[in-house]
């Protein structure tokens, strides 16, 4: 059974998205000090309440919203899945908002769009409540103290990570800068990244090896480290794969994970039964209603115009997201119709709906043109399901899986730490999971794994940064459907690397400069 975390209401923040808003403090009757002081206890729902800043818009239901922005538009999860999955290649959106028909068209971005302001502020609301409470941690006892205080830091290093992720650069904003009166300076992408890297170095001897079901612990640790060191060339110039080889390393060896026996076991109503699953981000179709986690995959990607939502444990379909050959065409060799994707054993090549939908995406506005995924569900594997509004599908941020390919990437890249006859027994693991055939050694190449990230990873917030990392995001060498807002794909600029700065940030902070190109 879903060991939920009960979120309470303790923090009410009043954050705007302003950078020169960083030092705002909760407003509550009592201090986060004299509440802790009086109640040490308190500690469960203060930390619950900063892990649902990463899966809910608000603590008041699905309509409030933490921040000075749409509550159903602008949760964390729903920015990493439009601006990971919908500017790549892998799955696009119909509904043609402006903003978001700007990022599934990779074209004409701008810092206005909203999109992008949305995440930004959701990155700066969860940094400051994280200092806010590790500043009061310095005068307080709690019990687990050292423990808390490692998650907290893991989670205010997550929103830094994609910070410069998205962005490149912006502002430290830490517990020693607290009420700072002046706007903070702006911080490189090479001092974000060995700011990230010396938080979780610090931290990986002092978090517990387990700390229960959607809690980070020593593996999320450990793993967001090799996601850091992965892309550090991308970061910082400077490849650091050794690094990642090692750090994933012990989260395969000493995690305690191992593979879902079904593909699907991971994307269900009752996921949190997987033993893959690293680190989720919870939801709750009564406790954590949210039109940002999986609910927006999950009914974004159905509609009843062409199939039953209660076979996917659906109340409604948004008829929203739908993938193009460019990715489905990716399984059993390169499929170029229906037909040899129906009769394709990858049991991951049939998560997709085909009936009355056509297999070109010649308009990305029409619902029948290309297939939606049909993935992630509300159903359960092991019981029966009630159908709800929201879904009760935890969204697996971190699993074992990603963690094979990982370390089979960094093997094909050389690092030593990483040997090829590992890898290839774990990529087969991850391919014989899912009935496809397995490999061999010297089919193991850079142009393998990219692929095989997509036939494994669809609509789990990796492209964008996957696609970055090879070097086939931006320029024409590698197209796909509406890429570059044609219809076959064309060229997009360098500068598409990284999302602009959004303008109400530079307007806040005069010391932000905006990113080359924008």
């Known amino acids: ?100 028909d700007q990022l599934t068209t990779t074209s004409n971005w701008d810092e206005n769009n909203k999109f992008f302001r949305y995440l930004y502020n959701r990155i700066y609301y969860t940094i400051p409540q994280a200092n806010n409470l590790l500043s009061v941690m310095r005068n307080v006892t709690v019990n687990d103290q050292e423990n808390i205080i ?208 056509a297999f070109d995406m010649s308009d990305y506005k029409k619902w029948t043109d290309g297939f939606p995924s049909i993935k992630f569900r509300n159903t359960n594997v092991n019981g029966s399901t009630t159908s709800t509004e929201f879904a009760n599908t935890d969204f697996p941020l971190f699993r074992l899986a990603d963690a094979y390919l990982i370390y089979v990437e960094c093997a094909i890249r050389g690092a030593s730490s990483a040997d090829m006859s590992t890898a290839l027994n774990y990529v087969n693991m991850v391919r014989s999971r899912s009935n496809a055939s397995t490999v061999s050694l010297s089919e193991l190449t850079l142009n393998f794994i990219i692929d095989e990230r997509a036939r494994e990873l669809n609509l789990e917030g990796h492209r964008r940064s996957d696609l970055i990392r090879f070097g086939m995001f931006t320029g024409g060498n590698y197209l796909w459907p509406w890429k570059g807002n044609t219809a076959n794909g064309t060229a997009i600029p360098d500068t598409y690397k990284l999302f602009p700065i959004p303008l109400t940030a530079l307007e806040a902070n005069p010391n932000l400069t905006q990113n080359p190109g924008y």
């Open 1 to 100: 059974m879903k060991k939920f975390l009960i979120l309470i209401l303790i923090i009410s923040a009043s954050f705007s998205g302003c950078l020169s808003d960083l030092d705002t403090k909760p407003e509550v009757e009592l201090t986060l000090e004299e509440l802790l002081k009086q109640d040490p206890n308190a500690i469960s729902g203060i930390l619950s309440r900063l892990y649902a800043s990463y899966a809910l818009s608000g603590v008041q239901g699905p309509g409030s919203s933490d921040i000075d922005d749409d509550a159903g538009e602008s949760p964390f999860l729903r920015g990493i899945i439009n601006l990971q999955d919908f500017t790549s290649d892998g799955m696009k959106n119909r509904w043609g908002d402006d903003g978001l």
């Open 150 to 357: 490692s998650e907290v830091r893991f989670l205010r290093a997550l929103a830094y990570y994609y910070l410069i992720d998205a962005f490149g650069n912006g502002v430290l904003a830490t517990e020693e800068n607290i009420g700072t009166s002046q706007p903070l300076p702006q911080a490189s992408r090479q001092e974000i990244f060995n700011y990230i890297e010396s938080e979780l170095l610090a931290i990986e001897s002092t978090i517990a090896a387990s700390n229960g079901y959607g809690r980070a612990n020593k593996a999320v640790v450990q793993m967001l480290l090799s996601k850091l060191y992965l892309n550090a060339e991308v970061y910082t110039g400077t490849a650091h794969y050794n690094e990642a080889a090692s750090f994933i390393k012990k989260v395969i060896d000493n995690g305690g994970y191992s593979l879902a026996p079904e593909f699907v076991n991971n994307f269900s109503g009752d996921n949190d039964t997987s033993p893959e699953i690293i680190f989720p981000l919870i939801a709750n179709a009564v406790n954590s209603q949210s039109y940002g986690n999986t609910t927006y995959i999950i009914n974004g990607s159905l509609s009843s115009d062409t199939m039953n939502l209660d076979d996917y444990g659906a109340t409604g379909g948004w008829g929203g997201h739908r993938a193009s050959s460019g990715w489905y065409g990716k399984y059993c060799g390169g499929v170029t119709d229906v037909s040899a994707l129906i009769a394709c054993s990858d049991e991951r090549a049939k998560l997709f709906w085909t009936e009355n939908h």
